[in-house]
């Protein structure tokens, strides 16, 4: 059973940064066994739909949403099994609970989600 644990969510003001970072456990089966394997990031923000954010695949290759492309920056560490969002430039907009995602062979697995909240 793959489990996601999101963490370093928090407040910052416009223009500043936070790094958000998604540990995962139970993919092992996934990882070792060539079956499909990625993680994202997906956002919600108040009284929106969740939104695709940020995802990177086994082999490391990395994609944005439009609207966060050139200010957060995904990497994974596969020796800690654990993925970073790295969010700079933050604005009002990025507010939301930022969950993370795993895809295993046909299964998708959430996180709990960690809040995000941007001042102007």
């Known amino acids: 059973q793959v489990q996601l644990v999101e963490s370093g969510g928090g407040s910052a003001q416009a223009g500043g940064s936070l790094r958000l970072s998604c540990a995962a456990s139970?993919?092992?089966?996934?990882?070792?066994?060539?079956?499909?394997?990625?993680m994202s990031w997906h956002r919600q923000g108040p009284g929106k739909e969740r939104e695709f954010v940020s995802g990177?695949?086994?082999?490391?290759?990395?994609s944005y949403a439009d609207s966060v492309k050139g200010r957060f920056t995904i990497s994974q560490d596969n020796a800690k099994d654990t993925v970073h969002l790295q969010m700079n430039g933050l604005k009002p907009n990025d507010t939301a609970m930022y969950y993370c995602k795993a895809v295993c062979g046909p299964f998708d697995y959430w996180g709990q989600g960690t809040q995000v909240t941007v001042s102007s």
């Open positions: 990177i695949d086994s082999n490391g290759r990395a």
């Open positions: 139970g993919t092992k089966y996934c990882r070792y066994n060539e079956a499909p394997y990625a």
